[in-house]
Every structure is written in structure tokens, then in C-alpha cells.
């Protein structure tokens, strides 16, 4: 029996991305062990999954303690895993690979500017254009598996799998449908539109359609959340108690909602993991190409301010997108309302009739 490290410390959604590495290594090898090893706040989008057996996680900051590190090392190497596949490549997991003792180290290429060791034994490079409409984050991750062992007919969607109990979730049972989900912040700064402009969003939906309004945001975040709530008009329909401060509650609460409408990040996967419409807005630094998954102009669509104004910059080249991300506000003040609502309309309205 094959045993499978999935190495994946980074955010949600690209955790949930990563979980299509399990969903296609176990046609690969349907009798292996697969382990996930991830952020524990991430975890919780891998729960139930039938082609995970395992689940480490840890905390974030165990990993930038060098002691923790060494120990993390020590532990995963007396596992004696076959197979590591490492889609982000970080210091950490590149050196977790090299002392590993497996077989197969699968790792994705970065231009890194530190020690040149050999981590993997297959390094891969990744994908120069994206060929197909799960997006070139999953289309990368798919080839980590295609570019070493025989994989016929992948899946490229991720799933979320909720139990019977979950599926039965009642918090939403009592609301004015349909109940609509807004993530109003995103997971930083640099991923978040001004306030007042997710304000005029806001507005309209709660002025042209009879319905419930949620607020999704981090648990460090409701202070902004409730000066966002303070700034809207028609509070009677947004509700702003109805909250889960949690991966799997989240999950709960969103496949008994309608769609989502959202700045790109975590719940943008996880509504379409759960096949619910989604419309994302796009911070002008994140590539679009990379995490536009399924995106059809129907089921799910989006806007991002480079395909509105294709002047305003030209390429996602690693300096200019860590200029973009140091003052994203000047160019995120160009996607206007006014510009984000002449295709959100038609979506919503697709969507509530």
C-alpha cells in the first residue's frame, strides 16, 4: 500500500484546490493511504472527504519556529511516506520533502533566491497558459500527478462533502428567501474593495429583490463588518447575527444559501465546491487566470478591473504585481460600482428571476 503526503500550507481555497491531488492519485492508486498536512484553520474543507484518510494539522506559526520545524521533519520522516507531492514549495515543505526519504518528491518549480538542493526528484514546472475552464491553479496541480504516473480521465472539479447531519443545518430555516451570501472583506487588505463601494452593492440587491442578506468575513474582521452594516440601507434585510466562525459552520450555512457574491478568496471556492453560483470581484493584483475555476458567464461570473481597462497594466510579472499588491487602493478605486453591477445585474437576475 502506497503512502501519500499532500503538503498544503497555505489559505483555504487553495487547500480545497488541492484536495483534487487526492481525488485523482486515489484512481492512480485506489488502495493507498492518503495524509493531508495543512494549516489546522484550513482544515476543515478536507473533512469527510472519502480519498483523504488523514488529516495533521498544524498551527501556522509552528512552522517559522525552527525547533518545530526540525521536529516536523523528524516526525514525517519516521512516517516513511512513498509519494509527497508539494504544490506551493515553500522553504518549509521543499525542506520537509528533501529530508522525507520518499521515493516520489513532487514538487511545483519557483525561482527561489535561497539554497539550490535537490527537494524533489520530479519537479515540475507550471503550465504556461491555462488550457481549460477549472482555472490554471487546479490545472497545475492535475499535471503534478499527470507528469509522473499514468492518470486517465482526471476530475478537475473539488468537492465538499457534508454529512447527513450537516445537509439538515435549520438557522436559515425562519429567513425571507432566498438568502443571499456576501463576503464583504477579503482575506486581506489587498483583496478587499472599499467599503463603501461593497456598501452600493449592498444597497442594490437589498433594494431590487425581496431577501435575506449575510455577511461572510474573518472572526478578526467583524468590527469592519459591522462599520460595512452601518453604512447600508434596507438593515432590515441584512442579518447581520446569522454568523459561523468556523470552516465546516460556513459550509453548513452556505449550501442553504442561494449563490454568493464575494471578493475572490476561500468561500468562492467553497460555494462552487458546493455548487452554488457565484459572482467574484477581483483584486487588481490577483491573476485571474489562475483562480477563475468553471467560471461560464452563467453559473459563475466575475469581474476584474485588467479585462474593464486592459491599459491600466499589462502583465502579472512578479515585480509589477508586488507593486499593484503595495498600493492596490488606486487601482481597485477604477472598478466602480457602476462597473461591477453592469454584470452583476444580469447575474442576479439569471439567478432570483
Keep these: 500500500m502506497k503512502k501519500i503526503l499532500v503538503i498544503q500550507n497555505k489559505r483555504i481555497g487553495d487547500v480545497l484546490i488541492s484536495s483534487v491531488i487526492a481525488n485523482n492519485i486515489k484512481k492512480v492508486f485506489p488502495q493507498s493511504q492518503v495524509t493531508y498536512f495543512v494549516y489546522e484553520y484550513t482544515a476543515g474543507v478536507l473533512e469527510n472527504n ?210 454568493l457574491v464575494s471578493n475572490e478568496g476561500g468561500s468562492v471556492h467553497i460555494a462552487k465546491a458546493l455548487n452554488k453560483p457565484t459572482f467574484t470581484i477581483y483584486s487588481p493584483y490577483v491573476n485571474k487566470e489562475h483562480w477563475c475555476s468553471f467560471e461560464d458567464g452563467d453559473q459563475h461570473d466575475s469581474i476584474h478591473l485588467l479585462e474593464e481597462k486592459p491599459n491600466l497594466f499589462s502583465s502579472f510579472t512578479l515585480e509589477e504585481r508586488r507593486n499593484i499588491e503595495e498600493d492596490p487602493n488606486s487601482l481597485y478605486n477604477q472598478l466602480t460600482p457602476e462597473m461591477i453591477l453592469s454584470k452583476l445585474k444580469p447575474f442576479l437576475a439569471h439567478h432570483l428571476g
Design 50 to 259: 472519502p480519498n483523504i484518510d488523514r488529516i495533521i494539522a498544524v498551527r501556522e506559526k509552528e512552522l517559522k519556529s525552527y525547533t518545530k520545524l526540525f521536529q516536523t521533519i523528524s516526525r514525517i520522516k519516521k512516517e516513511e511516506y512513498d509519494i509527497i507531492f508539494d504544490p506551493y514549495s515553500k522553504l518549509q515543505s521543499r525542506l520537509i520533502c528533501l529530508f522525507s526519504g520518499a521515493e516520489y518528491r513532487i514538487g511545483l518549480k519557483r525561482a527561489h533566491k535561497d539554497l539550490k538542493l535537490p527537494f524533489y526528484t520530479h519537479p515540475i514546472s507550471h503550465l504556461e497558459l491555462r488550457t481549460k475552464n477549472c482555472g490554471k491553479a487546479i490545472e497545475d496541480r492535475i499535471n503534478m500527478i499527470a507528469s509522473v504516473f499514468e492518470l486517465k480521465e482526471p476530475e478537475y472539479a473539488p468537492k465538499i462533502f457534508l454529512t447527513a447531519e450537516e445537509k439538515q443545518y435549520g438557522r436559515t430555516d425562519s429567513l425571507q428567501k432566498p438568502v443571499i451570501m456576501l463576503g464583504i472583506l477579503g482575506s486581506t487588505p489587498q483583496k478587499s474593495m472599499p467599503h463603501e463601494y461593497m456598501v452600493q452593492i449592498i444597497n442594490y440587491i437589498t433594494q431590487n429583490y425581496r431577501c435575506t442578506v449575510l455577511f461572510n468575513y474573518a472572526p478578526n474582521q467583524k468590527a469592519e463588518a459591522e462599520m460595512v452594516f452601518e453604512m447600508c440601507e434596507n438593515k432590515d434585510q441584512i442579518n447581520i447575527d446569522l454568523y459561523e466562525d468556523s470552516i465546516r459552520g460556513f459550509i453548513k450555512l452556505m449550501n442553504k444559501c442561494e449563490l
